[in-house]
């Protein structure tokens, strides 16, 4: 995944399962399928007959399993697990995931994707009560609340613990008896439900993971929905029904993987239509389109096939390169585009090149591919983005949270230009994704969440409000 080279990276990934014989198996294969949502470590829960037990390391799915002992301690017929990428708290192996907690009437394992935008305030509140933290995620913020509700179910007590927490999230908590799942308000993190040949329930960030097991897709886990799997099969409740659907539309254009659907609309095909798109909207003179991979490439046939010109693979990327977003230093990082993509010289040599990329960050990446095709001797690089200008931050569980780390922020287009070395740079319309991506629902913005473009956040932000007012007065000026 050009995940890898960009710099923007998704919190995470869940994947939980009920009712099978191989959970931690299965729940492994699940999460090697959503490895893509997160390097930085991976976690797995199983339930054995209501006794948890948990293996979680640093560093990738194999890596963290490299000894199949491991796994095979993990028996029972249920599972949670996780792979991370921390936007909230530090690197350290106490934040990985699921995180478990063991109190004298009860076990619990809790995976969660996303972002609390409340987590600071509700942390100072708790900690004033005499609540002791062993993480610095936000992720355990929830577990805290959920015990001191004063309900008498434990489906009340989470109930009342989801009502206080804000922001974008996707959680599975696995109990003794039960695995929950429950979505934030507005559905900014994908979740979705598969059912297994032999009748077991599977929960996770996306469809890919479904397929991976060989379950049957069932349902999206909609807006502030609380679902409830046991022995006795699958209930569907709502904690509350406020909130329009906001899912991150980063999803449709980077993060998902190609062969996911969410909510009914396959990441592929909205990709390969905001590439459409953005040929009709953003026509160039040139003889040849090119991808940056992989991420790009469904939008890079799409622009192909609208225009009229042949698409040519004129970028390569090794395979088996190091993942330079974790370097330590930006200079690093930005050398690790040298070490991932090649340029093919016999296609791009003398030709006009019409570049497709599925967004801009910080701009780094773009600057040295541009360079890359202009030393292979294109004789003109024209840059076409299949999203609009990045300017505002995330909240939500993206790693970016700053405007000071957007180049569309700081710079104009024509400047953006210029500093690429392109010949010429057009993006798309904000109208152009939620049609391209089409959901049907009646909710702003078509059911997406569009802050990352325009800044119209669909919840309030909290605890990053004042940050958030103090940088755009700061951009102001």
Known sequence: MSVEIKGLNEECGVFGVWGSPDAAKLTYFGLHALQHRGQEGAGITANNAGQLQSERGLGLLADVFREPRRLERLTGTAAVGHVRYATAGNHGIENIQPLEFNFSDAQFALAHNGNLTNAKTLRHRLEAAGAIFHASSDSEILMHLVRRSQSPTLTGQLKEALRQVHGGFAYLLLTNDRLFAALDPNGLRPLVVGQ??????????????????????????????????????????????????????????????????????????????????????????????????????????????????????????????????????????????????????????????????DSIVRGTTCQRIVKLLKDAGASAVHLRIASPPLRFPCFYGIDIQTTKELVAAQKTIPEMCTSFGADSLGFLSEQGVIDSVGLDVDDPYGGLCMAYFNGDYPTPLYDYQAEFDEEMQWLKK
Not at 277 to 301: C, R, Y
């Open 196 to 357: 297994l040949p032999t009748g077991g329930y599977v929960v996770c960030s996306e469809t890919c993971a479904l397929d991976a097991v060989g379950a049957k897709f069932i349902q999206d886990v909609h807006p502030g929905e609380l679902l409830t799997i046991d022995d006795q099969g699958l209930t569907v409740d709502h904690y509350t029904t406020a909130g329009n659907l906001a899912i991150c539309s980063m999803e449709f254009i980077y993060f998902a993987r190609p062969d996911s659907d969410i909510y009914g609309v396959n990441v592929h095909s909205a990709r390969k239509r905001m590439g459409i798109q953005l040929a009709k909207e953003q026509p160039v003179d040139a003889d040849i389109v090119v991808g940056v991979p992989n991420s790009s490439l469904s939008a890079a046939t799409g622009y192909a096939e609208a225009s009229g010109l042949p698409y040519e693979m004129g970028l390569i990327k090794n395979q088996y390169s190091s993942r330079t977003f974790i370097q330590p230093t930006q200079a690093l990082r930005e050398q690790g585009v040298r070490m991932k993509l090649s340029a093919v010289q016999g296609v791009v040599a003398g030709k006009r090149v019409v570049l497709i990329d």
